[in-house]
């Protein structure tokens, strides 16, 4: 299996729901990843785990909680978030080590009302 | 800041022709980069990667060169066909960056027939 899965495919959410985006990968990965992607601009890392420990947080606001509750999945808790927030959410998997190559998920496209 | 940039926003080719497609990085840490493929709607999708200790590197019907000296970076895509057509990223990242990888803003290569 050399897939990342993401569920859900596409989300619409109020600015005072609370959501959740699932990814899951079986290629025995220890390192994942979630990246936020605006329409034409590059994805943008948010959070890496390492071994299912948060290793990188690039200032994203709390209103986004990463969770990794093993080895295999990936979640990102949604909350409060604000429209400007609507953008395609890629999940990505590789080696913990070495130079090794992100395998990207088809991603999650959230809407913000 | 540290950035990877594009020399072309979008590049149209008709089919058959060879596509270049260029990139600029300015870490001179960097010591690892790849190129992604991302068509609509899809994650990026990983085309080939290079080492800072190489200059060259070939897949199929895709070749990746390397200059560290001017830091830059081209993909090389040989007969382009229309299912080429899609956006094209560069990445970098550096050993010891925890699998950092910083995205440049892309290229779209338009395959005409």
């Known amino acids: 299996d050399t897939e990342v899965t993401q569920t859900p495919k596409h989300l619409v959410m109020g600015m005072t729901n609370k959501k959740s985006l699932k990814c899951e990968q079986h290629?025995?990965?220890?390192?994942m990843y979630w990246y936020k992607q605006k329409a034409k601009k590059p994805p943008e890392l948010m959070f890496v785990y390492s071994y299912e420990k948060l290793s990188i947080n690039e200032s994203v606001p709390s209103r986004f909680s990463p969770e990794c509750p093993n080895s295999s999945l990936l979640n990102l808790h949604l909350h409060a978030l604000q429209p400007e927030d609507s953008a395609l959410y890629l999940c990505?998997?590789?080696?913990?080590?070495?130079?090794?190559?992100?395998?990207f998920g088809p991603g999650t496209r959230l809407t913000v009302l | 800041g540290e950035s990877v940039g594009l020399h072309l926003p979008t590049l149209s080719v008709q089919e058959g022709d060879n596509s270049i497609i260029n990139c600029a990085y300015s870490?001179?840490?960097?010591?690892?980069f790849i190129w992604y493929k991302q068509e609509s709607g899809k994650g990026p999708q990983f085309i080939i990667d290079i080492r800072s200790n190489m200059d060259k590197r070939q897949g199929q019907r895709v070749t990746v060169l390397l200059n560290k000296t001017v830091k830059h970076l081209s993909l090389q895509i040989a007969a382009t066909q229309p299912g080429d057509s899609a956006v094209y990223f560069c990445?970098?990242?550096?050993?010891?960056?925890?699998?950092?990888?910083?995205f440049g803003a892309g290229t779209r290569l338009a395959v005409h027939p």
């Open positions: 990445a970098e990242t550096f050993s010891g960056g925890y699998n950092k990888l910083i």
């Open positions: 870490n001179s840490a960097s010591d690892y």
């Open positions: 290629m025995g990965h220890r390192a």
């Open positions: 990505a998997s590789s080696h913990s080590s070495g130079y090794n190559e992100q395998f």
